[in-house]
C-alpha cells in the first residue's frame, strides 16, 4: 500500500467517524432521518459529509 492513499484512508475514516457523531447528536432529524443521513455519508464517502455539513445540520445553535 502506498503512504499516500493509505493517508487519504485514515483522513477519510476519521471524517466519516466525526460525521456519524455530529448526526448522532443532532436533535433535527429522527431515527430515520438520522439513519438515512449515516447513509449518504457511508456511500459519498467525503462528499456525503460535506453534503451533511451544508444541508443536514439545519440552524446550529449558539
Not at 27 to 43: D, P, R, S
Amino acid at each position: 500500500m502506498e503512504p499516500i492513499s493509505f493517508s487519504f484512508g485514515i483522513v477519510g475514516l476519521i471524517v466519516f467517524i466525526i460525521t456519524v457523531v455530529s448526526i448522532a447528536k443532532s436533535t433535527n432529524h429522527g431515527v430515520v432521518g438520522k439513519f438515512l443521513w449515516i447513509l449518504v455519508a457511508f456511500f459519498l464517502s467525503i462528499f456525503g459529509s460535506i453534503l451533511w455539513l451544508i444541508f443536514g445540520r439545519g440552524k446550529v445553535r449558539k
